[in-house]
């Protein structure tokens, strides 16, 4: 594997809040670059125009912060290679995918989103995964330039070859081979003019002269596509290097459904981003029982990424919890301990905004931690008997729980009003009064049916701390619901 002259990235894309995955993929891009004398730079990739948004890009950049990252080129900081956001890149890419047009390697496509639908439920229905039929590949250019002039709408996609199979070398995996018939005909222009993901990268990762791509195991089987594009446009390709995705202790893959993935939700219960960023890298290097607690320079000196494990990265959360206590007890001196609780109570300005509402509501500050503690409790240890308290039955409580969350996911901008609209909007839904709706969420939310506003609350919890709070209440709730006949 070369090295001289290593260029690696992290390269999230800005539609929901960071995940740990993204801190595990970045940690090693960042050992990778340290180990080899190299740079590792930070792309945002927003080419998903409807779910990128500057909140989200924001919290990407903030949470990688937290973790303790550094980068040599982005967004925030510019470079030689920028700009190192794709929405800015937009006028960068149409060149090339007129380059792949002109050599014969891509194709316009007329076909509705209606036609392709229909294709696929076909494809589904033989039992046949679905993918492009390639019913535009036959078009002469006299019929092309006709339906263009008549204004119908296109998107650009690559050719693939019909025989043989793509092989190359992953750094983790190994020697692999992926049949060309199981590739699509990846669109690469969508309609509205923006690059999809494989375009895009492929493109920035060689203007920035990327010399290794190290990302998840999911994106394996889109090699083909970028190694295609690669050898279309005449260029070297990067190193590719596939990292076992993180699962639950089941193996079931690490999804928020499941499980707490925000690197904001371990940051507002009290996690410290050294304990955080070693746990992770302990899944990248081999060390002997009683070496676990590292630092990121340690980390650097014990990485090596010729040994990496396929089997796995296993989100062990009591492994977190006890190497957060370590840190906390064996790392820190009294001062920076003290330093460390103010900064965390501090964390999305939440001992202010708590204190702020509180202060209208007590008659003695004694009453401060049972009115606002909510604001700071890790666990809420939701006692079924709160929810009894409230004149809905359990399973109208229930329903209402199961009906917030989701709709809830669709906020875009996280604050008060946002909230407040969404769940006036959920009521309406419902055919609820809002009061109905929001009393099970002031006991999920603080433990007590008497609490501080619920829509100011929930926006200092934060999105991932609020979604992990329904998901217990609606757990408890859950226990109250006699058994279905």
Request: hydrophobic share 40%; with cysteine; net charge negative.
């Amino acid at each position: 594997m070369t090295t001289s002259g290593v260029r690696v990235r992290i390269a999230p894309s800005p539609t929901g809040e960071p995940h740990v995955g993204t801190a595990y993929i970045a940690l090693f891009n960042y050992l990778f670059a340290k180990k080899h004398g190299g740079e590792f730079i930070l792309r945002i990739e927003d080419t998903d125009a409807t779910r990128s948004t500057p909140e989200f890009e924001t919290k990407v950049l903030d949470a990688l912060k937290w973790c303790g990252l550094e980068w040599k080129e982005g967004p925030d900081i510019g470079g030689p290679y920028g700009p190192y956001r794709q929405s800015d890149r937009k006028s960068m890419y149409q060149p090339y995918a007129q380059e792949l047009l002109d050599k014969g390697h891509a194709f316009r496509c007329f076909c509705t989103p209606e036609r392709l639908e229909q294709m696929r439920e076909a494809q589904r229905a033989a039992g046949k995964a679905p993918k492009y039929d390639g019913l535009c590949l036959t078009l002469t250019a006299e019929e092309v330039t006709s339906k263009m002039a008549a204004g119908e709408s296109s998107v650009i996609r690559m050719k693939i070859p019909t025989e043989g199979s793509c092989d190359f070398t992953d750094g983790v995996y190994g020697e692999v081979s992926i049949p060309w018939d199981s590739v699509d005909m990846q669109v690469l222009i969508k309609g509205d003019g923006m690059p999809t993901y494989h375009m895009a990268n492929v493109i920035d990762d060689h203007l920035m002269k990327i010399t290794h791509v190290a990302r998840g195991e999911e994106w394996l089987a889109s090699v083909p596509k970028h190694i295609l594009l690669y050898r279309y446009f005449g260029w070297e390709q990067p190193v590719f290097m596939h990292l076992s995705l993180m699962r639950n202790a089941d193996k079931s893959k690490l999804s928020k459904r499941k499980n707490p993935t925000s690197i904001s939700y371990y940051s507002a219960l009290g996690y410290i981003p050294e304990a955080l960023m070693n746990f992770l890298g302990l899944f990248f290097v081999q060390i002997a029982e009683g070496e676990e607690l590292l630092t990121m320079d340690e980390f650097a000196g014990k990485f090596d990424p010729e040994n990496l494990s396929k089997a796995g990265a296993i989100f062990d959360i009591q492994k977190l919890d006890w190497l957060n206590g370590r840190w906390i007890r064996e790392k820190l001196s009294e001062e920076e301990f003290q330093q460390r609780v103010l900064t965390w109570a501090m964390e999305n300005d939440r001992l202010h905004q708590g204190l702020k509402l509180s202060q209208s509501r007590i008659s003695k500050l004694g009453e401060l931690p049972d009115l606002m503690g909510f604001l700071l409790k890790s666990e809420l240890n939701l006692d079924p008997s709160a929810f009894a308290r409230i004149k809905s039955t359990p399973e109208e409580l229930l329903e209402i729980l199961n009906t917030v969350q989701p709709d809830l996911e669709k906020i875009l901008e996280w604050n008060v009003e946002s909230i407040e609209a969404e769940l006036r909007a959920v009521a309406d839904r419902m055919g609820k009064k809002l009061k109905v709706v929001v009393a099970p969420l002031f006991v999920a939310m603080s433990g007590s049916s008497r609490s501080l506003p619920l829509f100011d609350s929930m926006a200092i919890l934060g999105r991932a701390v609020v979604r992990q709070r329904l998901k217990l209440a609606a757990q408890t709730v859950a226990s109250l619901v006699g058994p279905k006949n």
